[in-house]
Structures are given as structure tokens and as C-alpha cells.
């Protein structure tokens, strides 16, 4: 039976990852910004299978109650088996452009707190030498794009932790996933125009379940982001920023 800590619970892609995870009765320590949506979500897992779930209320921009967070977890779980961190925004990149407050706002809530809390968790893990660390980046950042390369910073940034993470947490038997999903259909991305390319956050979420039951370390989800980011990525300099991306 797992233990897992969801960090930004309430989270759509995160609701429908460990819907799953419920079903295998598991137990979890919701973390996030809503009591009320908490207490929904609790109640939710509860009726799919869950053993027990708990929650905790908390802005994760207050950096300083990470370690408060993860400790309350630890003692109220007794062990963390797995951690999904699902917890972010999406970027306004024309407010982000103007507003220097607005810019440092989001790397802190979409990479600079995703770092103090794995800090703080990795060494649990390492200690531990066992379990999985999930964290949901985006295609975003595989590629600075002038559409929104704020938000991609943040999530380049963050794929790039996570890769040394994964390197470091490897010797101690420990799986680092970094998931990077492409264009869902989300509350986040409500205000956006649709197109083909958005998928089911459903899908997403079983995808996001089974890559961490196999321990796979990057999870391009639907997997034909894989292959959309290869040639974005490969497109040289002189012809990329001449595009609207």
C-alpha cells in the first residue's frame, strides 16, 4: 500500500492521477490552496478505494513552511512512498513583460518553490533509499518560445533540476520523473482557444499513473509531444526567431 504526498492537490491532472492510485487503496496527504476544494477531493478518493486522506492547507509561494509541510506529512504518513508535485500557474507573458513583480511571481510559484520542497524531499528519499518523485513540467520548456517564455523558463528550469535530481537520487534507488505534458484541457487553460493538439486531462492522468507505477523518468504525455519538441527544438536559430511560436 502506497503513501503518497500531493503537493497542489487540487489540481485537475493531479485529481485524475491519483484517482487511480485511490482505487489501489492507497493513502494520501493532500496539500494545496482551497480548504473546500480539499475537502472535495478528500471525500472523492475516500469513495474510489482510498485507506485514508488528509489534507493541509498552504500557499506553497511561503517557502519558509515547506519544511513545516513535509514534516507535518511525514508524521502524519509515517512514510512517503511517492510524491506528485502538480502544484502552478499558467503565465500571463504580456503582463510578465510589463511587470517585473508579475515575472518574479511566477518563477517562484512554477520553479522556485518546486525546488525548496524537492530539496527538502530529496534527502528523505535518499535516506530512504526507495520510492518515486513525480513532478509535472511542461513541453514549454524545451524551448524558449516568444508566445510565453516566461512560464517556459520556469518549466526549463525545472526539467533541468529534476535531471540532476535524477542523477544524484538514482544511486540510492530512487525514480525522478519529470512529467511534461502538452496542451490539456484544464480550468488553467480555460480562457485559451482549443485545437486538436489538447487532450483529456483523463488521459494525462492515467499516462502520468502508470509511468510512476514502471518508475519511468520522462513522460511526454500525449507521447507525440515527443516528437512535436524534437523538431521545435532542432529548428535553427536564424528561421526560429523569425516564427510566432
Do not use: C
Not at 120 to 136: C, D, M, P
Not at 145 to 158: D, F, H, I, L, W
Amino acid at each position: 500500500m502506497l503513501k503518497i504526498l500531493v503537493i497542489g492537490a487540487t489540481s485537475l491532472i493531479a485529481q485524475e492521477t491519483i484517482r487511480h492510485f485511490a482505487a489501489d487503496g492507497a493513502e494520501f496527504f493532500l496539500v494545496g490552496l482551497s480548504a473546500d476544494k480539499l475537502k472535495m477531493i478528500q471525500d472523492d478518493l475516500l469513495v474510489r478505494g482510498a485507506k485514508q486522506v488528509s489534507t493541509y492547507e498552504l500557499d506553497l509561494t511561503r517557502l519558509d513552511k515547506h519544511q513545516e509541510l513535509v514534516d507535518t506529512a511525514m508524521e502524519t504518513l509515517g512514510v512517503i512512498d511517492a510524491v506528485l508535485v502538480a502544484h502552478g500557474t499558467l503565465t500571463d507573458q504580456k503582463a510578465a513583460e510589463q511587470n517585473v513583480d508579475i515575472t518574479l511571481r511566477e518563477l517562484n510559484i512554477n520553479f522556485l518553490s518546486a525546488v525548496s520542497l524537492l530539496t527538502i524531499l530529496a534527502n528523505i528519499f535518499e535516506e530512504q533509499k526507495r520510492g518515486v518523485i513525480a513532478v509535472i513540467s511542461s513541453v514549454a520548456g524545451d524551448r524558449g518560445r516568444g508566445s510565453n517564455y516566461v512560464y517556459g523558463t520556469a518549466m526549463g528550469a525545472k526539467s533541468i533540476f529534476l535531471q540532476g535530481l535524477r542523477n544524484r537520487l538514482a544511486k540510492s534507488n530512487v525514480t525522478v520523473l519529470t512529467v511534461k505534458p502538452g496542451f490539456v484541457d484544464t480550468p488553467m487553460t480555460a480562457h485559451l482557444k482549443k485545437n486538436p493538439l489538447y487532450s483529456d486531462p483523463r488521459r494525462v492522468g492515467k499516462a502520468i499513473y502508470d509511468a510512476m507505477k514502471s518508475e519511468r523518468d520522462i513522460l511526454y504525455v500525449p507521447f507525440f509531444w515527443m516528437f512535436i519538441m524534437m523538431i521545435i527544438r532542432n529548428i535553427p536559430e536564424r528561421i526560429f526567431k523569425k516564427l510566432s511560436l
